[in-house]
């Protein structure tokens, strides 16, 4: 190898790092440090500053999010429920929902759902309703029964829990007297008068009774031979008219359609004679 | 026979008195022309009517420049200083004056002294830098013969931390020939790994045309570096501690002179100037590496009749005063004939000593199959020189060093370009590189 350095043996010059200023050798001035250009690395306190900012603003923000978050816990059904149904805990779920001070009055909280349990719909509820106090039976409610009434096929319009009924009983040994006829109120403006049209042959030919008026529909069960066993709720008086059409083999039942008023209208004539067997 | 002389002295009273001794006694010298100022001695000395002036240290516009064309005619300066001007005394010590007198001295002993220093003039090649011609018109003489400094003892006795043990640094001179071989790379890492070995290095640009090395460096003030210590040394007010001051300090040991900011800077860089500078930096760091200009012509001769400032004196002057010059090439077919033809003349303008050769980006897609080898033959069929480094051509580590303004070794550590160049450092500082005997086997 060329020996590249014959001037130099050990220790013949002051030490190296001595002129950088790191030692005190008084011998080597020191120079001023060079102002450069710094080195670019990934740790920079802009990216650091950068970072914060972010996360400072994630959790301002998160913050924000939560406490603009008005909504409340409600309680509300979980399925479809009847009227009359005394509701159980499995019945129920809890929905958030942002309602005003007013409509809110009106619900139960989630807080207050055991308050629910045991209760007695008035009316029925459909899925994801919220339950409110009118759902339900109040202290003044009158007593009910809860009547099963056989209809055959065919003689039923399509229901559904909460509608409203008349029941309608054919009496083939029946007659019609004048007074029946007209004992509902609303014929007394002659509107529909039976003579106008179509009037059934009288003597033998039986009677159409009107045995319930205005009850609420409850539910229905299919029974093995295709009829229908209707449940309703009646009034205590009328519960054994109910259970005495459930007898009859020739029951109908009408679907009473509300007017604009929400009124189911009058019973119109209660007794109509027959047209025979 | 008596000694024609000059005069120049402010004092006229002085003057008048020092005329009328020589006049009526025969000491020795004769006065043959007395100077009303510095341009008037100088025009009297180009003449060759004289061989010896006598001068003032409160001379208007005195410099080491003048002192330099002085010493160029012919003509030995003593200076003149008043009793007890010792500012004036260091001065002139400091440009490169040995004799100096005090105006109190009898004329005797000044006529003695032009007398001693006609006679010293005339066996040493210069009064006050060694080599002062070559900023004019010689070709470098005497490369390598030189002790560091010949003007040596009295240079160190003046010096106010004379009796120190103050050790001379080595100069590394980092030339290469035109088309941007890579000089100014190579004297950088080179400069950073000898730092990183552990010895104190200083990096100087003294590239002419082109200097870079601050902007390498990332430095982001344009310091005044050697442009500044050139114009210190000229008025005579560069000492090791001012030299410091100018240099800048990257840490670890390394330090840097930045060079001049435009080319057109270039007669800022006078080679009498750079000299001093170059023998201060010597006691500042134990390695000083110089970048320098790739030109080496001296064709202000063919335009000026009268002693133009050479353009590449600088560069003539570094390696007149290296002790190791490193010569880079390219790898380049263009740039291996470019150095062959420069490599001839740096041989003929620095005799004596062999130029280390550095093969810089080294590729086996310009040089076939085993670079290393093809190169190295080449340049011994056509230099006789085997290269000492090979410097592989890692493109990638020096653009990311360049672009982030920082040293390759702190960008790329493990670049091959690297290792090349640290074994080249620690070849430098005398010891023996650690890969070495790992990619001996490699290369075979």
Known sequence: MTDLAPAFGPGSLPDGRGSSGRSADPIIPPSPPARRLGRRGWRDTRLLFGVLLVLVSVVIGARLFATADRTAAWVAAKTNLPAGHVVTAADLVTVRAQLDDDTAARYYPGRRSNEVIGGTLARPVGKGELLSGGDFAGPDAGATRIVPVVVKAGRVPPLTPGDHVDVYV??????????????????SDGATSPSDVGTPAAGGAGAEVLVLHDVEFLGEQRIATGDRSLTLRVPVDAAIRAVAASQSERVDVVKLERDGRGQVGDTGPTAAQGYGR | MSLPILTAVTDSVVEAGLVSAFDRHDLGVTVVRRCVDLPDLIAAAT??????????????????????????????????????????????????????IATDATAQTVAAAVVEAAKALTTRPAIGPVSINHGFSDPVVGYGAMPPSALGEAGELDDERAGAPVAQGRIIAVWGPTGAPGRTTIALSLAAELADLGSSTLLIDADSYGGSIGQLVGLLEEAPGIAAAARAANQGTLDVPRLAVLCRDLGGGLRVLPGIARPSRWPELRPSA????????????????????????ADEELSFDTS?????????????????????????????????????????????????????RLRASVAGGDPRREIARALNRHTGAQPIALIPYDLASFDAAQAAGQLLRDIAPASPARAAIRDL????????????????????
């Open chain 2, 425 to 444: 450092a620690t070849r430098l500082t005398g010891r023996t590189p650690r890969g070495q005997r790992r990619r001996l086997p490699a290369r075979r």
């Open chain 2, 308 to 360: 133009a400032p050479r353009r590449n004196g600088a560069t003539l002057t570094v390696l007149a005063e290296a002790d190791t010059v490193v010569a880079v090439t390219s790898a380049e077919p263009v740039g291996l004939v470019r150095f062959v033809r420069g490599l001839a003349d740096l041989r003929e303008l620095v005799p004596g000593v062999e130029p280390l050769v550095v093969v810089n």
């Open chain 1, 170 to 187: 054919y009496q083939p040994a029946g007659a019609v007297d004048e007074t029946d006829t007209s004992s509902g109120s609303g014929t």
């Open chain 2, 274 to 297: 750079l000299e001093n500078v170059l023998d201060l930096s010597r006691r500042l760091a134990q390695f000083v590496i110089v970048d320098c200009g790739f030109c080496l012509e």
């Open chain 2, 47 to 100: 003449t060759g009517a004289a061989r010896a002036a006598l001068l003032s240290a409160d001379l208007r516009r005195l410099d080491r420049e003048s002192l330099a064309r002085l010493a160029q005619a012919g003509v030995a300066v003593v200076g003149l200083i008043s009793p007890g001007d010792e500012a004036g005394d260091r001065r002139l010590r400091q440009l490169g004056v040995v004799a100096v």
